[in-house]
T-cell receptor, first 109, second 115 residues
């Protein structure tokens, strides 16, 4: 079983819709849970991070962690065409980040 | 806003040649990292570096790879005797603290093409 699993998509939704992105993981030792956004041919950009189970909100973005189910989610409200990118879930173990494969998201105008 | 920079943006080299990828981390950061992303694959950790030594490395980071901080600003990744499968995007990242390594800032990457 892979440490971090993420559906690669692509996921296409109309502008204004709520987007739900998810990852599952297998290692209980993961400490921080993050979401990165990566535009084509650019480096990953940290969007949000959480440490404990529960929800964390930042503007249109909500990150959710369920440690008992080893499941994390990112919700994007009122999606915009500029949100079109690849979204990477990631988790820390010791001093390194383990990434999911990324989900390609297209917001259709 | 401070950012991580990387040079060159694109490097083409022949198989068997040595390449050096350069990074300038954010100036007050103490921890430095290299990651790679093969086209269509996930971003993979290569190595972390702190206090002038490697703190952790992955199984990918074998004897053909080395890292160095030759001065107070640059952080380099050297690949000796490049192979075709080394073709990838290489990202440098830096963070202020290691234990809170969630807050790593990534550079724009160097695209390495080995022919």
């Amino acid at each position: 079983q892979k440490e971090v699993e993420q559906d690669p998509g692509p996921l296409s939704v109309p502008e204004g819709a709520i987007v739900s992105l998810n990852c599952t993981y297998s290692n209980s030792a993961f400490q921080y849970f993050m979401w990165y956004r990566q535009y084509s041919r650019k480096g990953p950009e940290l969007l949000m991070y959480t440490y404990s189970s529960g929800n964390k909100e930042d503007g249109r973005f909500t990150a959710q962690v369920d440690k008992s189910s080893k499941y994390i989610s990112l919700f994007i409200r009122d999606s915009q065409p500029s949100d079109s990118a690849t979204y990477l879930c990631a988790m820390t173990r010791d001093d390194k980040i383990i990434f999911g494969k990324g989900t390609r998201l297209h917001i259709l105008p | 806003e401070p950012e991580v920079t990387q040079t060159p943006s694109h490097q083409v080299t022949q198989m068997g040649q040595e390449v050096i990828l350069r990074c300038v981390p954010i100036s007050n950061h103490l921890y430095f990292y290299w990651y790679r992303q093969i086209l269509g694959q996930k971003v993979e950790f290569l190595v972390s570096f702190y206090n002038n030594e490697i703190s952790e490395k992955s199984e990918i980071f074998d004897d053909q790879f080395s890292v160095e901080r030759p001065d107070g600003s640059n952080f380099t990744l050297k690949i000796r005797s490049t192979k075709l499968e080394d073709s990838a995007m290489y990202f440098c990242a830096s963070s202020l603290a290691g234990l809170s390594s969630y807050e790593q800032y990534f550079g724009p990457g160097t695209r390495l093409t080995v022919t």
